[in-house]
């Protein structure tokens, strides 16, 4: 589950801070890139690198992509060692009245 707005301009040339919140009410945060965008952001300044700390790339930043990638990170056990855990439902989300993954995955 990622309880955040969707906000996508292209697919194919954006980048998307992600909250991955799991069922024991861990949240992991990531950062989507596709390799167009990097290319760019790379191209508009003048360092010689790209990095970016919990980065992962994809084809592409539909809904559907981003879906089947964190359900594949799961499945593999990957998820931990590609993102960072940032703290719980309860640390992250209280303002919003968020305590366990009930009230995330109802809003």
């Not at 990097?38 to 980065?55: A, H, R």
């Not at 590609?82 to 919003?96: A, M, Q």
């Amino acid at each position: 589950m990622f309880p955040a707005p969707y906000q996508v301009r292209d697919i194919y040339n954006d980048n998307l801070d992600l909250n991955i919140v799991l069922e024991n009410g861990e949240v992991y945060f990531g950062t989507l890139f596709t390799l167009q965008n990097i290319k760019d952001l790379m191209e508009s300044n003048s360092d010689i690198y790209f990095w970016s700390t919990d980065m992962l790339i994809l084809k592409d930043l539909s809904y559907d992509s981003i879906c089947i990638v964190v359900e594949k990170l799961l499945n593999d056990g990957t998820l931990k060692q590609v993102f960072s855990k940032i703290g719980t439902i309860e640390s992250i989300f209280s303002h919003l009245g968020w305590n366990d993954y009930s009230d995330v995955s109802s809003s």
